[in-house]
């Protein structure tokens, strides 16, 4: 049946061309959609959590209310054996210190005066451990621009543009200046050893990046951090687990401790990334199922249009004794098998693009907002499993609605009126 | 017309003879403002999790030079601030740098204090500042005040508005209120230990509260003070930042 049928849509291409066509161009735009869709809110939850967020963060009390102000004043005392026992509780996770800090650069001339000056966002983490992992989790290597990589204290990377801004090259002294844990002065001195750009506006402004050795005596803060990020093993945020491993930890502190003791939050309970993952799961299914009503319209459309043509043959059928349900089954039969055939063209052209977007990316730098949130400047799409699936369901399903809506006039047929309509 | 009466009366009699506010204002900078001072001074800083206490000496001539060098606590110990004019330098013996602070950064809390570099560099008289009027008479603490209320005659304070409650007496602010220009209010300061000095009263503490901070605010306290001593120049110099 199936044989008989595709030689049938091969042999007379015009009744099918259209459909194919049409489904075609659907099932290509869900398989882009999609993949532009996980790539962008997937680039983004992704950066979040390796700068920002972790899959999971524990500060104090005190300091998740007012985060954005980096009260290091607030920060985690004893954080070391807050690692150790987070480690023995949660071992399939890594845990890392972290502190942002803020303050200003000052870079001396030959005199020791300054020669310029700008305001900074550090981040120290642990850049020198032998079995660090930050260096790869932030992809820091490979986001040097110049110079090389902090390979002792007292050595810092810098963003580019802010180098260039300061007129600063690899090689160069630069002291910090901010205030300490308790508040004090500090005054700290670094040799820049590289400048780097990770293609986000929030990191790529004014950022310094550090050893957290060298931020803890830098701002009087031993063993201490403004935040322990945890990391699931693969590095792939778990939301569902997120969210119970946050509930169970702040259920075990509970009412015991004050505003000092640690809290733990979820990736989705920071930087406004709930809503915005609730909404990725409701657009993607809002696309496809918007795609399956209007090529449904479409393809019931088209569907008249052959019918209207295959009148005759439909007639002849009915005449020579063929029952209607066969002539309907048949039908369906054959928009399932054109919605394969648009489905399969579709999805390769969907996933060829995507492959290609994927690969070069689409620079939006200059658009994206000035916001809290971890935002890439260059966006790409994401080929995932589902990639290669998604299209059919609107490609197939559409094309099978739109000729069970246009099929439906076999039964209005009348046995009795057939070889007058024949005119035989 | 009975009406009119009344607030004829209301206006005349209810407003009470309050003394001219410029004047008032002139006998507070007399009390405040000198030719030159040299004090040692602590300031305790509360903060959520501890208080610390910073102790200092500084050297003042007029409104435009001061040089301010951080006894204790050790880590602070040999930190000196120069200010000259409009310009404020910072220098660290433990980095052996001396950085400019400019802009934004001045109004930054020195030492986690209430106090901003603005504040800490501001010591114009008020008369050059401000236009004063007197609001109404309060007793703050057993003591008659008047208040005034300041508002700002050039562009460059930190403060638009002030409302200030003078001693009537002593002519020395018991109670300052600190207002932007959005009528927000930044900053309450309460001074007290008034004491006489070389000729005039002087408030030896003062309690400074950032509005806009958690906290129970800074305490700056003056151990020693001389008015109109004689201050080596080099000392308001960059050079003697480093010695």
């Known amino acids: ?424 | 017309m009975k009406t009119f009466f009344m607030a004829f009366l209301l206006l005349f009699l209810g407003s009470g003879p309050y003394p001219d506010a410029d004047e008032i204002l002139a006998k507070v900078d007399a009390n405040m403002s000198a030719r030159n001072r040299v004090f040692e001074s602590t300031m305790t800083i509360h903060g959520r999790r501890n208080s610390r206490t910073i102790t200092s000496r500084s050297w003042s001539e007029g409104d435009a030079r001061s040089l301010t060098e951080y006894l204790s606590p050790a880590r602070e110990a040999g930190t000196k601030m120069l200010k000259l004019e409009d310009r404020l330098w910072i220098y660290s013996p433990i980095s052996d740098r001396t950085i400019q602070i400019s802009g934004h950064m001045l109004r930054q809390s020195v030492m986690g204090s209430d106090l901003s570099y603005e504040d800490m560099m501001e010591d114009r008289k008020l008369t050059d500042l401000y236009e004063a009027e007197v609001t109404g008479e309060e007793t703050l603490d057993g003591r008659a005040t008047w208040v005034l209320t300041l508002t700002a005659r050039v562009e460059d304070v930190a403060y638009q508005t002030r409302k200030v409650w003078v001693d009537q007496e002593r002519f020395i602010p018991l109670k300052e209120e600190l207002f932007a220009k959005n009528g927000q209010l930044l900053k309450r300061t309460e001074l007290s230990d008034v004491v006489r000095v070389d000729g005039r009263w002087f408030p030896r503490t003062v309690l400074y509260k950032d509005m806009l901070k958690d906290g129970k605010g800074t305490e700056f306290h003056i151990s020693e003070i001389k008015f109109d001593t004689e201050i080596p120049e080099y000392l308001f110099s960059k050079a003697a930042l480093k010695q």
């Open chain 1, 1 to 424: 049946m199936i044989h008989f049928l595709l030689k049938g849509i091969l042999r007379d291409p015009k009744r099918s061309r259209l459909p194919i066509i049409v489904v075609s161009i659907g099932v290509f735009l869900t398989v882009l959609l999609s993949t532009w869709l996980g790539g962008v809110f997937g680039d983004m939850v992704d950066m979040n959590a390796r700068f920002d967020t972790g899959h999971v963060k524990i500060m104090t009390r005190a300091y998740a209310e007012n985060s954005a102000q980096l009260p290091n004043d607030l920060a985690l005392l004893g954080v070391n054996d807050l690692i150790d026992s987070l480690e023995t509780v949660y071992p399939d996770m890594d845990w890392t210190p972290r502190i942002r800090f803020g303050g200003l650069i000052d870079v001396p001339d030959e005199e020791g005066e300054t020669r310029a000056q700008g305001p900074a966002g550090g981040l120290a983490v642990d850049l020198l451990s032998p079995d660090t992992r930050e260096i790869e989790r932030l992809d820091i290597r490979g986001s040097l621009v110049r110079g090389r990589m902090p390979e002792t204290q007292g050595e810092a990377l810098i963003s580019d543009a802010f180098a260039q801004k300061l007129d600063l090259e690899p090689g160069e002294a630069i002291t910090f200046f901010g205030s300490t844990m308790y508040g004090s002065m500090s005054f700290y001195n670094f040799t820049v050893v590289g400048t780097i750009r990770f293609g986000s506006v929030a990191m790529d402004r004014g950022t310094i990046i550090v050893d957290i050795e060298d931020a803890r005596q830098a701002l009087d803060m031993e063993d201490a951090a403004g935040e322990v990020l945890g990391y699931f093993a693969g590095g792939r945020y778990d939301d569902a687990r997120a969210v119970a491993l946050r509930s169970a930890f702040n259920a075990e502190i509970g009412e015991r401790g004050d505003e000092f003791a640690p809290e733990m939050l979820a990736l989705r309970d920071q930087n406004d990334l709930a809503g915005m993952m609730d909404y990725m799961d409701v657009v993607a299914e809002l696309f496809v199922f918007i795609f399956v009503g209007a090529m449904a319209v479409v393809l019931w459309n088209t569907g008249l249009l052959g019918g209207l043509r295959r009148y005759t043959e439909f007639g002849i059928r009915l005449a020579l004794g063929e029952a209607k349900g066969a002539i309907y089954r048949s039908l369906l039969m054959e928009a399932v098998l054109i919605g394969l055939i648009g489905s399969v063209i579709g999805t390769l052209a969907g996933l060829g693009l995507s492959a290609v977007i994927q690969h070069y990316g689409l620079d939006f730098g200059s658009m994206v907002p000035n916001t809290g949130m971890m935002l890439p400047t260059v966006y790409r799409t994401k080929i995932t499993a589902q990639a290669f699936y998604i299209g059919f369901f609107p490609g197939v399903l559409s094309m099978l609605l739109g000729n069970a809506l246009a099929g439906i006039g076999i039964y209005k047929r009348q046995t009795a009126q057939l070889f007058k309509e024949l005119e035989v």
